[in-house]
């Protein structure tokens, strides 16, 4: 059931992003930020937005760009990730990392294009919401990629290697590598939607809590999880001294916490009612999920 949606949501999305490459210029770079971008991952985050569409009747089509802009940064991220400089994986998605295909530098610049990309995608004049909006979401995107969000997490994350850390600093830095684009994907409903600052405020909490619980699920597939599946190596974790919550709390402990954390999430979207159905079960497949 979940897998149907998810792989509508994603055939939809991509067809947007070709469509939208289609109409600009083309450069040598369109084909490795294809490859980075299209055919390939969950696009989770995407459904994730459609979900809390749902909470407050917005259409897709006014969420759409937002989804395009999010993929696009996601992927960036994942083809910086597989760097030589990085994490150095030669494998994403069951296909060879975009370094490996294309070259490093052909990689560098596929990934920073894709990061201007997903702004020329909110703010292209064709996507019909207000400017106000489209300013507010431009500059939440600004703010949770970079270093005090996925950037600043990533740095933090390579400098935990091999280091023995708190549960607190492997939190903060969990929430900034992963959480932060969740924040992003459902404050930018909640601007959409015209909520308050207190509403968007909760919503941004809820969604950085949605990527930690991601992150956990991450971790639990690295360590038991199959390549196959997974579409990369496995118990790569443990091999670079990765400082994770599975790491530092053990199995047990872990899905302790992330059971509790799910709670959590759940209870704090009761005020929506019925509305939830959806996202609620794209929550229940983050932690059960086996890709
Ligand atoms: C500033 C955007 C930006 C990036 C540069 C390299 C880097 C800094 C950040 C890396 C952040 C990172 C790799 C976080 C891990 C998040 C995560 C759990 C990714 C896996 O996401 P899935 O499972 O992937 O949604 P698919 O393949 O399904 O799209």
Not at 105 to 110: E, G, I, Q, R
Not at 251 to 257: G, L, M, N, T, W
């Amino acid at each position: 059931m979940i897998k149907k949606k998810l792989i509508k949501n994603a055939k939809k999305v991509d067809k947007f992003i070709i469509n939208y490459l289609k109409k600009q210029k083309q450069s040598l770079l369109v084909k490795p930020m294809r490859y980075g971008v299209i055919s390939g991952g969950k696009k989770i985050r995407s459904t994730i937005i459609f979900d809390v569409g749902k909470l407050f009747k917005i259409s897709e089509k006014k969420l759409i760009n937002i989804c395009a802009a999010v993929e696009c940064i996601h992927s960036y991220s994942l083809i910086h990730d597989d760097l030589p400089c990085m994490d150095n994986d030669t494998m994403r998605r069951g296909k060879p990392s975009t370094h490996v295909k294309f070259g490093e530098a052909s990689a560098v610049l596929a990934g920073s294009s894709l990061l201007t990309l997903a702004f020329e995608i909110i703010t292209d004049e064709r996507y019909l919401i207000n400017h106000k909006m489209k300013n507010e979401i431009t500059r939440a995107l600004a703010s949770c990629s970079g270093h005090t969000g996925i950037a600043g997490g990533q740095e933090l994350d390579l400098k935990f290697e091999n280091k023995k850390k708190k549960i607190n600093q492997i939190i903060d830095m969990q929430k900034k590598k992963t959480g932060k684009l969740f924040n992003f994907c459902l404050y930018a409903v909640g601007v959409v939607a015209n909520k308050s600052d207190k509403e968007k405020k909760s919503l941004s909490i809820i969604g950085e809590e949605i990527g930690l619980l991601f992150q956990l699920a991450d971790d639990f597939l690295d360590k038991k999880g199959s390549k196959k599946l997974v579409g990369k190596p496995v118990k790569k974790d443990k091999k670079k001294g990765k400082s994770t919550l599975l790491s530092i709390l053990g199995e047990e402990k872990a899905y302790y916490f992330a059971n509790t954390l799910k709670k959590k999430i759940l209870r704090n979207l009761e005020k929506h009612g019925k509305k939830t159905k959806e996202l609620i079960n794209t929550i229940e497949f983050i932690l059960e999920r086996q890709f």
